[in-house]
């Protein structure tokens, strides 16, 4: 248990459907992540929170919306994915944004299917 | 790019053994952690070691830095069939104003 819980654990969708991910942190934590984390890549950084306020968004196509109603919870709204968007998103929480050099807390991942 | 590579990208030891990954970067940084990830599961933070340090232990873990070199290395000692999973170096940069960035990993498998 790292303190950051995400659901569901697993989700398959068509590519029509409108689903969201859900990340919350119980550790008082200033600063939210969605990494996405593909086969044979990188862990690659979608979007950052820090106190509520969006501060680094890596060109992620539009069709993954980032929501963040408080410092606790992060949401991934998703909408027509494509095959290609399928893969394990990662939720983390850092300390605070100032320190990016920080250890990150991850969530245990949403494993998502598009069809 | 900033991107850690890991070395190897996978490696298979015997129960008992030690592993050791190497981890090699191209930009100056403040710190350098590792992480380790088990199949289908979420990171977990391993060690930190920060620039100006040269070597870091933690329990069977021991963390070299090299700045000059900018590559470090992660050695388990004393391998267990437990200590299967991914191992992934992330690095941020000098002007600390970046997130985090993570290599590939490396894949270990201790086989009992």
């Known amino acids: 248990e790292t303190g950051v819980t995400q659901t569901p654990r697993h989700l398959v969708m068509g590519m029509t459907n409108k689903k969201s991910l859900k990340c919350e942190q119980h550790?008082?934590?200033?600063?939210m992540y969605w990494y996405k984390q593909s086969a044979k890549k990188p862990l690659e950084l979608m979007f950052v929170?820090?106190?509520?306020?969006?501060?680094e968004n890596n060109s992620v196509p539009s069709r993954f919306s980032p929501e963040c109603p408080n410092s606790s919870h992060l949401f991934l709204h998703l909408h027509t994915l494509q095959p290609e968007d399928s893969a394990l998103y990662l939720c983390?929480?850092?300390?605070?944004?100032?320190?990016?050099?920080?250890?990150?807390?991850f969530g245990e991942g949403s494993r998502l299917t598009v069809l | 790019s900033q991107q850690g590579e890991e070395d190897p990208q996978a490696l298979s030891i015997q129960e008992g053994e030690n592993a050791t990954m190497n981890c090699s970067y191209k930009?100056?940084?403040?710190?350098l952690q590792w992480y380790r990830q088990n199949s289908g599961r979420g990171l977990v933070h391993l060690i930190l070691?920060?620039?100006?340090?040269r070597e870091k232990h933690s329990g069977r873990l021991r963390v070299t830095l090299d700045t000059s070199k900018k590559s470090s290395s992660l050695l388990i000692t004393a391998s267990r069939a437990a200590d299967t999973a991914s191992y992934f170096c992330?690095?941020?940069?000098?002007?600390?104003?970046?997130?985090?960035?993570f290599g590939k990993g490396t894949r270990l498998s201790v086989i009992a």
């Open positions: 992330a690095t941020d940069t000098l002007s600390g104003n970046t997130p985090l960035v």
């Open positions: 930009t100056s940084i403040n710190n």
């Open positions: 929170y820090s106190l509520e306020e969006r501060v």
């Open positions: 070691i920060r620039s100006n340090e």
């Open positions: 550790l008082g934590h200033n600063a």
């Open positions: 983390a929480s850092s300390q605070d944004r100032d320190s990016w050099a920080g250890e990150l807390f």
